[in-house]
């Protein structure tokens, strides 16, 4: 939606096709009839394999994994990383390419410290919604690119990617914050 007196509303889910998060993100958008789209390396390379075409991606003219991070920070207008409690170096190139574009970026720990002090309220479950849908409407991000940990790095972080994702898209339907 665009236009004068019409609402903000995230438009797109973007991601580089990777496992784990990255299709957790897709899948749920696609889910939803959510517009998905992105960047992979050329071949559609993930580390299973090529990315099934149900996935509308866009090939990069290079088989590196770094050009289709970098293309989707740079062709997004925000970049939400979903961890576990850790951060990836593969993460952390997208943390970086988003910086490098100036672009808005929010992490959320899916699984959070469990010490006390560390994380425990501010990425609660749905405080965490809370947060990503304030930052995604003080940015007015349509075009989202979420990213985060490959599939192998954790067999939970597919689901968790997913549920996580599933209740911040229902979130903003509610809200009407959701172009569909």
């Known amino acids: ?75 997004t207008d925000g970049t939400l990383i979903l961890v576990l409690s850790e951060i990836s170096s593969g993460t952390r190139l997208t943390i970086e390419a988003a910086k490098n574009y100036g672009k808005p970026l929010q992490i959320v ?3 959070p410290d469990e010490r006390p002090g560390l994380l425990e309220d501010e990425n609660s479950g749905e405080e965490s919604i809370a947060l990503v849908v304030e930052w995604l409407q003080r940015h007015r991000i349509r075009r989202l690119n979420v990213a985060g940990p490959r599939g192998s790095s954790n067999v939970r972080v597919y689901s968790l990617a997913r549920d996580f994702m599933t209740r911040l898209l229902k979130q903003l339907r509610a809200l009407g914050l959701l172009a569909i």
């Open 1 to 75: 939606m665009t236009g004068g007196s019409e609402p903000y509303c995230v438009e797109q889910i973007h991601s580089g096709g990777q496992t784990g998060v990255d299709r957790a993100a897709l899948d749920a958008a696609m889910l939803m009839g959510i517009t998905v789209g992105g960047w992979c390396p050329q071949g559609r390379r993930s580390e299973k394999g090529a990315i099934p075409l149900k996935y509308p991606l866009m090939e990069t003219p290079a088989r590196s994994y770094a050009v289709r991070t970098e293309w989707n920070a740079r062709d």
């Open 109 to 111: 720990h899916l699984e």
